[in-house]
Each structure stands twice: as C-alpha cells, then as structure tokens.
C-alpha cells in the first residue's frame, strides 16, 4: 500500500497543507503585502512647517484630507518668517506652506537654499490699513506710514503706495523696490520700515501701515481699517507648498497638493480668513 492511499494519512497531508499555505498568508500580510490590497504609495508621515496663526485650523483640515490618501501628516508651528525654510533646508520638515515666489527667490539669493514651489496655496492682498483717516486722499503731509522692512514684502507695499499716488518709483524698478527707489513724494511722507509681525501692531502709533493680510488679522485689524488693497488679478505673490529640491516627484508630494487642493479645504480656509485670503490654485 502506497502513503497516498491511505485515506486518513492523505487528510492529514492536506491539512498540513492548507495550514502552511495559511501561516504564508499571514506573513505576507504582516509584511505589507497583498496582491488585493496594495499598500498606498503616499504611506508616509511627513512634517510640514507651517505659521502660527489662522493657518493652524486650515492645516488641521489639510491633515484629516492627507490621512483619507495614507499620508500622516505633523505640523511643525514657527512664529518667525525666517524659521521655515532653514528648517526645511535642514531637513528638519519635509514641507512648508508659507511664502509667495518673491519672498523664496529673495531666500535662495541669500541663503542658498536648495527649495522650490510644488502646488499653490492662496493670496492675501497686502493692504494700506489706518485707524486714523477714512481714505488715502486724507492722509497728511508728513505722514508716518509703516512698510514691512523683508526686501520682497517692502517692494510689495512700495508698490501699494504708488498704485495710490503717495509716491512715484523710478521706472523699471522691479518687485524688490526699496525706499531708495521713490523719486517722487508728493506728501513728504516719512516711512517707517519695521519686521512685518511688529507693523500691524504699531498702526495705532502711525499714521498708516502696509500691512500682510495674515498679520492684520493678528493684529486685530479688519477691512473696516483698510483704505487700499494691491490688485487681486495676475498677483505675482500667491503663497505655495515649498519642498527640497529633489523630492518635488515624489508621491507624497502629489498627495500632499491634493490634499490642499480641494473643496474641503477651501470651505475651512474661507471661513478662517472671511475672505481677506482667496484660494489660489
């Protein structure tokens, strides 16, 4: 009599079997493998610098629409417009959301970072803002008007106060303009450079300030104390997410925009900034 033809010997062998096919099973699956299920290539937890503030709730809502793609995500909070893209060129974070183009070409010239932009973020029209007169035409002469002194937002609001007629810049001056580009002052306004965190909170001891969108609102200003805005269209200063150079194809990356991107997000962006910022993507 053969092994094979003993029934109960032939039950046995199927079983051991099946249990071995079962514990290989298992072991795929402990390892992450399954041919029915692949795992998610955006598996990954990434920290991402952001800054305090309003955007805190937005990337909450960023988090939860990361976590639905197999992407976790750790926020890292600075408080200082400098912090965020030494961090990132550190590798300290994997990603920052922060800054407009502008601002990051100014960064890269001076410190050599090695980051660049992978997905839009918003706008936040920089504003003339003032506790003091109701619209440009009163302002006096001789007023102390407040400029943020970061080379690309001073241009910026430079640029605010000649879309206004407060003063004229040399023509051809670019985005980087300084004080030393105003070749006509009509007013003889003096302006007063201070860190853009410190001007919104100084617009009670000036006759006016330029002021970032995001700083307003931390300083307690509102549309209500804004007498100019620069233009919304072909706005060259749309904030985005940064990454090192070198990781802007990887997956994550792409999971990361989406999950910025979306309606989801834009609803919890709009009722956070109540419309001083607008999506921009």
Not at 74 to 84: I, K, L, R, S
Request: charge should be negative; charged fraction near 25%.
């Amino acid at each position: 009599m053969t092994k094979t033809s003993n029934p109960r010997l032939a039950t046995l062998n199927l079983t051991r079997r099946a249990g071995l096919a079962a514990f290989a099973a298992s072991a795929l699956v402990l390892l992450g493998v399954s041919a029915s299920a692949p795992a998610l290539a955006a598996d990954k937890t990434i920290k991402v610098g952001i800054m305090s503030g309003e955007d805190e709730d937005v990337w909450r809502a960023v988090t939860t629409e990361a976590a639905k793609k197999g992407l976790t995500i750790e926020t890292v909070v600075f408080n200082d417009y400098t912090q965020p893209n030494e961090a990132l060129e550190r590798g300290e974070v994997d990603a920052n959301a922060f800054q407009h183009q502008p601002y990051l070409d100014n960064q890269i010239k001076t410190h050599g970072y090695h980051i660049v932009r992978v997905g839009y973020t918003g706008v936040w029209p920089i504003g003339l803002y003032t506790r003091k007169y109701k619209s440009v035409a009163e302002l006096p002469k001789g007023a102390v008007i407040g400029l943020p002194n970061d080379p690309s937002n001073e241009g910026r609001a430079l640029r605010v106060l000649q879309n206004e007629g407060v003063i004229k810049l040399k023509d051809g001056t670019g985005i980087l303009a300084t004080t030393a580009d105003i070749v006509e002052n009509p007013k003889n306004v003096e302006i007063k450079e201070l860190d853009a965190g410190i001007v919104g909170r100084s617009v009670d001891d000036l006759d006016a300030a330029v002021v970032n969108t995001d700083w307003a609102l931390k300083s307690g200003l509102s549309d209500k104390d804004r007498i100019a805005q620069e233009p919304v269209a072909d706005n060259p200063y749309r904030n985005f997410i940064a990454v090192k150079q070198g990781n802007e194809n990887q997956d994550w990356v792409k999971t990361l925009v989406a999950s910025y991107q979306n309606d989801a997000v834009k609803a919890v962006f709009d009722k956070v900034y109540k419309g001083t910022g607008i999506s921009a993507y």
